[in-house]
Nanobody
Framework: QLQASGGGLVQAGGSLRLSCAAS????????MGWFRQAPGKEREFVAR????????TYADAVKGRFTISRDNAKDTVYLQMNFLKPEDTAVYYC???????????WGQGTLVTVSS
């Protein structure tokens, strides 16, 4: 129901854009979010956006470098990642959630590797 794509290998300072295609059912959720999990670490929040597009929230670690957006016509959410750092290396997941920030649908993850 959620299909994440766009990961890959990039050098530090480079950019990638992740996409998350949602089915109609998950597209009706209140929030769409991106999370990531680095090797040996817990999954952490990266960014979220309301389906109305009226509100975005970012983790401090990515603020000013990443931008979340969505295209309702395509039921797709994007994560534009600029000025990537080696510490951004992780598997990135998209998820849909309720207005109470309960994320109940998850995509399969896409690997982002940033080389120094």
């Amino acid at each position: 129901q959620l299909q994440a794509s766009g990961g890959g290998l990039v050098q530090a300072g480079g950019s990638l854009r992740l996409s998350c295609a949602a089915s109609r059912r998950t597209a009706s959720s209140y929030y769409m979010g991106w999370f990531r999990q680095a090797p040996g670490k817990e999954r952490e929040f990266v960014a979220r956006i309301t389906w109305s597009g009226s509100s975005t929230t970012y983790a401090d670690a990515v603020k000013g470098r990443f931008t979340i957006s969505r295209d309702n016509a395509k039921d797709t959410v994007y994560l534009q990642m600029n000025f990537l750092k080696p510490e951004d290396t992780a598997v990135y997941y998209c998820a849909s959630g309720t207005r109470f920030l309960v994320y109940n649908y998850w995509g399969q993850g896409t690997l982002v590797t940033v080389s120094s």
